[in-house]
């Protein structure tokens, strides 16, 4: 199966002996799969399965997992975590709790593993029912993860409203989720409605920072923007997405669009209005040089330092040591 490169093209349950040949294939190259599915770990001994996802932790190879475990097995929990803190190439996960059960915390640890984690771009937590500590991990992990863009609940059992809300604050913080899935649809209320306009938010601030890129909108607004949005982890993708570029091209375009910032930083946050230039002086004064000496300037700058007063003509700095 290793040699005809066949783990990549079968998914039936795994047996005990199944494991070291697959491990062995993980931590080869040449003989890895894309996608590892592990539905039938309660077959499975926990030593075997750590040792797997060791392996994955270095793995370049797959890009999808899919595990299901139960809350008493949390050696396996820890070691995916592990794996989720050192491997780039996953991106799709999926966890399930395969008794009829609340995750008890467990999913919760693998939402911390996840909140600095860059590759990663849907998630997917399957259960009866989920805990409230998971729940504020989940949330911490929006709050700070800049990579998921698609977050999905696979809960049997109703969510109270409460418990969504702790969702909503976590998206409140997050510019990167834009497809969100409940199984159980919530009652409309204003927690769904925050839910859904936060959504909405991320995906009109992420075409509005592509509109900088493609030169349709070259003003202060869509410059904040994309500097808000571009460092993230799920920005070169969607530009991939909505630009249809290659991922290359895409990145090249982010660099032009930084760069441009940096030329005309005066002139987008309002700084300079026409044409930038001083009283004479004795020394160098800035409107002698050139754009590179600006840009090493401007670079250091974000456009938020700058901010309009209320009359929005006159401007000022919001850090006074600049």
Known sequence: MAQDKGYSRIQMPWAEP????????????????????????????????????????????????????????????????????????????????????????????????????????RVCFKSSHISLRSLKSIAYMLSKNTAVTRLELGLSQYTPTKRLAIISRGLLKNHSVVHFTLTCLPHPNHVSFRVFSTLRRNISLLNLAVSLLTCRRLNRQAAETFELLSDNASFVPYVMKVTEKTEERARWAVKSAKVYIQEHYFELTGVVKGKLECHPGTGTQID???????????????????????????????????
Request: proline fraction near 3%; charge should be negative; glycine fraction near 2%.
């Open 288 to 322: 002698r040089l050139h754009s590179d000496c600006l840009c090493a300037i401007t670079q250091y700058l974000k456009l938020s330092d700058v901010v309009l007063v209320a009359d929005d003509s006159p401007v000022r700095l919001r850090n006074k040591h600049i």
């Open 18 to 121: 199944d494991l070291p040949p697959l491990s062995a294939a993980l931590a080869l190259a040449s003989e890895s799969p894309t996608e590892l599915h592990l539905r039938d770990a309660n077959d499975l001994t926990e030593d075997s399965i750590c040792a797997l996802l060791e392996n994955l932790a270095t793995n370049g190879h797959v890009k999808t997992v899919k595990i299901e475990t139960t809350v008493d097995r949390r050696r396996i929990a820890t070691a995916l975590c592990s794996a989720l803190a050192s491997n780039r190439t996953v991106q799709d996960l999926e966890v399930g709790i395969s008794i009829d059960a609340s995750d008890q915390g467990l999913f919760g640890k693998v939402a911390k593993a996840l909140a600095t984690n860059r590759t990663v771009t």
